[in-house]
């Protein structure tokens, strides 16, 4: 058997003033991983092409990898990357002589000439190839478009928010496109969306109603049901026409029930859309109800989520860290700001140096309608490292994760990470390999909103969520949408829908 296998993975903030070029999905800055050294590099973990290449070699497959992209979320994808990845994918496709296709795309990516830039490749590669089996596994935040569907046979999405089960959703639609290749399973899809955007810090799989809809998909899938079934809650903070919540379910030749299964999911979803919005108090409140929660102990974690690298925030404004700052939090972690000509100034300094610097705010936010300044910060240079590690547990274990040049300076009583990377803390070890134990800290700021849980989590005896600064913001008011389609909820509170006019 010969497989194809590929990622072309980018989540886009459309708001996002942080460029998507080609350097961005490099390692290196320089070099695309592919071939031999991409299955090296994913072999044995916990991701999408770690359960590919899981299921392909039980199979004893010959697997040829055109390339593995994916880039921290930001702004649109350049026309240049975005080409370059479709025609490695395309280029090796109309080679042939493949049994089956296996893709790992986001399902949120926008290119600078396409909102669905997982439904263009997948047009592209079935305009060459009509015919030979191909699977997608989807993140759950995807934005559905008919061409992310049509033009799949297998399709399957996460079912957890942190995501902490890639591997195993990669593992399920490969296991069926195995099945569709052996011409043991007829897959019969179908798909709907509701006109909502469900709040990204209203989406976690830890609390209702998500955590509800992915128990159906999950429990029609362990029945035998559905071949796979999947709630994508969408990535509200990209202005495109499909953003929002979908449902997609794959049967085995069962059209009537497939359509029965999505249209459940989407009822649910709908009758619940109150519990996916998501309010903030005023940030001098939550940094005040932190410090309270100090007195007690360590394991106060404040979650500046407007400015989340990981839904594609610049990772540098300051205004959480200032307000901590003013209201003299002591015991603080503060990871992070990203600022690589800080860290630069820092590492030239040295550790153990005293140094007064600028932080923060270098990056311009034209679509958000408030702006983040930059910090003056004292402090001592604590710690220098290449922010090398591999993972043991968390999102992805067994990866190998590259933070760059980072800092720690110390201001006496906070501790600020600086980054020259726009990586999202999730994991304990991120700060361990700095010299700082999470565990021991009274606070722990981080710019993350949900995937923290998963590892992080641990550690949290309180949560606070400050509303900040950020094109995360999260009530949407600091936005202006253009182009997604309306009326939408909670855009338009009033309005009314019903599943029976998908
Ligand atoms: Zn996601």
Request: aromatic fraction near 6%; glycine fraction near 8%.
């Amino acid at each position: 058997m010969r497989l194809l296998l590929a990622t072309m993975s980018h989540e886009t903030n459309t708001f996002s003033p942080v460029p998507t070029k080609l350097a961005r999905f490099c390692r290196d800055g320089t070099t695309l991983l592919k071939g031999q050294a991409a299955k090296e590099f994913f072999r044995n973990t916990g991701t999408c092409m770690g359960g590919y290449l899981a299921v392909a070699d039980g199979e004893g497959a010959e697997v040829v990898v055109p390339v593995c992209a994916s880039a921290p979320p930001s702004g649109r994808v350049d026309s240049d990357a975005y080409e370059t990845f479709c025609r490695l994918i395309t280029d090796e496709v109309a080679k042939g002589g493949f049994d089956g296709i296996m893709l790992d795309l986001h399902g949120a990516m926008a290119a600078e000439e396409y909102d669905d830039g997982e439904g263009e490749l997948l047009r592209r590669i079935r305009a060459i190839d009509a015919k030979t089996p191909l699977c997608v596994a989807y993140d759950m935040h995807a934005n559905v478009y008919d061409n992310m569907i049509r033009n799949a046979d297998i399709v399957a999405g996460y079912h957890t928010y942190p995501h902490v089960d890639m591997k195993e959703t990669a593992v399920l639609a490969a296991s069926a496109l195995l099945r569709v290749i052996k011409g043991e399973l007829k897959p019969t899809t179908a798909w709907g969306s509701a006109p909502m955007l469900p709040h990204v810090m209203a989406q976690g799989t830890h609390m209702f109603p998500n955590k509800d809809l992915q128990a159906m998909c999950a429990a029609w899938e362990a029945s035998g049901r559905a071949v796979a079934a999947s709630l994508f809650v969408g990535f509200p903070h990209a202005d495109v026409p499909m953003a929002g919540l979908s449902a997609v379910v794959v049967t085995d030749n069962n059209p009537a029930d497939a359509k029965a299964m999505v249209d459940e999911l989407l009822e649910f979803a709908w009758k619940a859309r109150e519990n996916f919005v998501f309010e903030v108090e005023r940030l001098e409140d939550s940094v005040a109800r932190a410090k309270a929660l100090g007195e007690q102990g360590p394991g106060v974690v404040l979650l500046d989520h407007f400015d989340n690298c990981a839904s594609g925030g610049t990772m540098d404004t300051t205004d959480v860290l200032r307000e901590i700052i003013r209201q003299e939090l002591d015991d603080v972690v503060f990871f992070g700001i990203y600022d690589p000509e800080a860290v630069q100034q820092a590492m030239a300094a040295g550790i153990g140096q005293e140094i007064e610097l600028e932080i923060g705010a270098r990056l311009e936010m034209p679509e958000l309608q408030v702006g983040s300044r930059p910090l003056r910060v004292a402090g001592r240079v604590r710690t220098v490292s290449a922010g090398y590690f591999k993972a043991t547990g968390g999102l992805s274990p067994g990866l190998q994760i590259f933070m760059g040049n980072t800092v720690v300076l110390d201001t006496g009583r906070v501790q600020i990470v600086l980054l020259s990377r726009h990586i999202e803390p999730t994991a304990q070890e991120m700060l361990r390999i700095l010299g700082i134990d999470p565990a021991m800290k009274k606070f722990v700021a981080i710019k993350s909103r949900v995937h923290w849980r998963a590892d992080l989590g641990k550690i949290a005896r309180e949560i606070v969520e400050c509303g900040g600064v950020g094109v995360c913001t999260s009530n949407y008011g600091q936005l202006t949408f253009r182009r997604v389609r309306r009326p939408i909820y909670p855009l338009d509170p009033e309005m009314a829908w019903n599943v029976a006019t998908t």
